[in-house]
Structure formats: C-alpha cells, structure tokens
C-alpha cells in the first residue's frame, strides 16, 4: 500500500453557487480539497486500503492561473513525488487553462509516478455535480500500474498532457484530444487503455532548477499572437518594445502569417526575441517546412507552445 497525495488548487470543481439549478453563474474555488474528497461516495473502497493525504496549493478560479501558482504547484508535486511512499499526485484545477497546466508539469516533473489531474464542469454546490466522478475516476488512473506521466481525467475519459484541449464552454465532456483520440477510459472503476501511457519527457530538465527557484518575475516573457485577416505589425513592434522574449504566432492554415507580420517577426529575431510558429487550427500540425520561422512542437498548440518556448529560454545556458 503506497499514498495517493491530492493537490488542490481550486476551480470549478470548488465552486459554490447560491442555486442548485445554476451551472454557469457561481463562484469557482470556495471549497477546500478535503472538502471535495468528503464529498466522493465510495471513496475508502474505491483506494482498496491505499492512504490518502491532501493539500491545499492554491484555491483561485484557473482563469486567473498564473506562473507563481505554477511553481508553487511543482515545488509540492516535486516534493511528494520524491517521497518513497507515494504513489501517485493528483491535481485537482478548474478547467479554463487546465491544458496549460497539464503541459507545464509535464515538462517539468522528473519522475516516473503518475500525475493525474481532474476538473469539474459543474460546481460542487450543483443538483448533480460532476467533480466526485471525476476524482474518483483520477483516483482509480492514479492506482493503475500502467499510469505515468501527467494525464488529465474528465468525463470518464483520460488525455494526455500533450494533446487535451478544451474544446467547449460548458459541456461536461469539455475536454478532446483532436485527432489521436484520448488515451483511455474509465469504465466501473477499471481503467482501459487505448495507447500506452506516456513517460515524463527526457527534454527541459535543465529548466526544472530554475522553475522551481527562479522568483517568478525573471521568467521570460512570451507572448501569443494569433494571424488574422487585417493583422495590425504595431502587435508585433508594440511587444518588442517592451521587452517581449519570445512570440508565438498562431499562423492560419499551414502556419501561415500575414505578410504585414513577416518582415516585423524577422526584425524581432534579429533584435533576440526567439519566435515559434503554430497553427490555430484545432486540429492537426504543421506539414513541411515553414517559409520564414521556425515551428513549434508538433501538435502543440499556441497555448502550449508558449510553455515549452518560455522553458526552453529559461533553461538555456546564459
């Protein structure tokens, strides 16, 4: 028997609202974690006699998720994650930058124990709320010994860090993973695979130093712009004059940018800003060779790519 930890940072999971009937218009982040485990039936039988512990990180709406909540949320991963009797983390986060936060721990947790992170649609005070299926669904991920790497749990669906999106306001199954479909289920308890787990990646390890220490304002700032029909080149000149690290520029179509940002993102390189090129599709990635910057990870999206590209200016050698 080893300990599952459960990190709690708020969210709609937390969520309170003065009506039952009411899904849309409540309070995200009023309930504490214990609270939240308090509330799951079946709890004691479903961790079949493993311990369970728990931890307050933050308790904000993750609309207002920011990079000090970030490094907080890796420094106790971290901690517990190196304690030989656990198991497993479970994160529970509200779901507007879930997929943010996903990506960031992935990066950044070096470990081979699973990080299971869940959310909720509805609020806890809601007449059929969604959040005890949910943990108790992450719960029964954490425990199954194919589970590694960070994972996201919603609707009775597992996705990967690398691929969840959210990809609807207000529907319980909020959450896809695009064309790869997600990586698994949970059915009665049991969890099926459709893929085999991913494990924590290999690269921006030498960023994990700095994320965790690293005060929180000397983190490079990078920006996110996306190319749209009549494209304003102030955008771009505006950010670098204030001093902007990196730009990624969600292009249209197949990476594509307006020709009014071509000549101002080139200028932005040669001045140091690294650029990083995506797409604003929901699906698919880039094909081929981008004509004048370089891509981004395949598949990521501009979201994620911002992670990655902000990691990997903090990790490189002064």
Not at 48 to 60: N, S, Y
Not at 64 to 86: I, K
Request: glycine fraction near 10%; aromatic fraction near 4%.
């Amino acid at each position: 028997m080893q300990k599952i930890v459960v990190l709690g940072t708020g969210g709609t999971i937390a969520g309170t609202s003065v009506s039952a009937a009411d899904h849309t218009a409540y309070t995200a982040g009023q309930l504490g974690v214990q609270h939240l485990l308090d509330a799951v039936p079946g709890l004691s039988d479903a961790l079949h006699g493993d311990p369970l512990a728990c931890e307050q990180v933050a308790q904000l709406d993750s609309k207002d998720m920011d990079h000090g909540a970030w490094q907080v949320l890796a420094q106790r991963a971290s901690h517990w994650l190196g304690q030989p009797d656990v198991r497993a983390v479970v994160i529970t986060h509200g779901t507007d930058t879930l997929e943010e936060t996903a990506w960031f721990l992935h990066q950044v947790l070096n470990t081979s124990k699973p990080v299971v992170m869940t959310c909720a649609m509805r609020p806890a005070t809601a007449l059929s709320p969604d959040g005890p299926q949910n943990l108790l669904d992450a719960l029964a991920v954490a425990r199954d010994p194919q589970a590694t790497g960070v994972s996201v749990v919603c609707a009775g669906q597992i996705h990967t860090a690398e691929r969840v999106q959210k990809v609807h306001p207000y529907r319980l199954d909020a959450f896809r993973s695009g064309e790869s479909g997600p990586q698994g289920w949970i059915e009665q308890g049991q969890v099926r695979w459709a893929t085999q787990p991913n494990p924590m990646p290999k690269v921006a390890q030498s960023a994990t130093g700095p994320v965790l220490t690293l005060p929180c304002a000397d983190w490079p700032w990078v920006a996110v712009l996306h190319s749209h029909a009549g494209s304003d080149v102030r955008q771009v000149q505006t950010l670098v004059a204030a001093g902007v690290k990196g730009l990624v520029v969600a292009g249209t179509g197949n990476g594509t940018v307006h020709h009014h940002w071509v000549t101002a993102l080139q200028a932005a390189e040669a001045q140091g800003v690294a650029v990083r090129l995506t797409t604003r599709c929901a699906e698919g990635q880039l094909v081929g060779q981008a004509a004048h910057f370089q891509a981004a990870a395949a598949g990521l999206n501009a979201y994620k790519a911002r992670v990655s590209l902000m990691l990997e200016l903090m990790g490189a050698p002064a």
